[in-house]
């Protein structure tokens, strides 16, 4: 079992950055190695996957990033960063992080996830 906490989340101004931190402890079936991704849900909108890293570090995005986040995990301390750039209010949402039963990542669907953090705010205006 995987326990995820995530910090970082805050308000800021368009343009601006932040940089999300998730804390995993625990293991999955398949040991210490198993994807971890970002998700985010604004209100009145459906989870949408962000990116997702396996344990060697191969990263996948959605493609509404476009260059302004960035996902990188450090297995040394097993904690995972999101980092925001450039943010518009649009990206307004709760960002949870999640992991997966599995060394594959994906973000086609949030199911694929087993573990769940409880989310952290991002506010932009």
């Known amino acids: 079992h995987v326990q995820l906490v995530e910090s970082g989340g805050g308000s800021v101004q368009a343009g601006g950055s932040l940089r999300l931190s998730c804390a995993a402890s625990g293991s999955t079936s398949s040991g210490s190695e198993y994807c971890m991704g970002w998700f985010r849900q604004a209100p009145g909108k459906e989870r949408e996957g962000i990116a997702a890293?396996?344990?060697?570090?191969?990263?996948m995005y959605a493609d509404f990033v476009k260059g302004r986040f960035a996902v990188s995990r450090d297995n040394t301390r097993n904690t995972l960063y999101l980092q925001l750039n450039n943010l518009k209010p649009e990206d307004t949402a709760t960002y949870v992080c999640?992991?997966?039963?599995?060394?594959?990542?994906?973000?086609?669907?949030?199911?694929?996830?087993?573990?769940w953090g409880q989310g952290t705010q991002v506010t932009v205006s």
């Open positions: 999640a992991a997966r039963d599995t060394t594959w990542c994906s973000l086609a669907s949030s199911r694929l996830y087993a573990y």
């Open positions: 890293v396996d344990e060697l570090g191969v990263t």
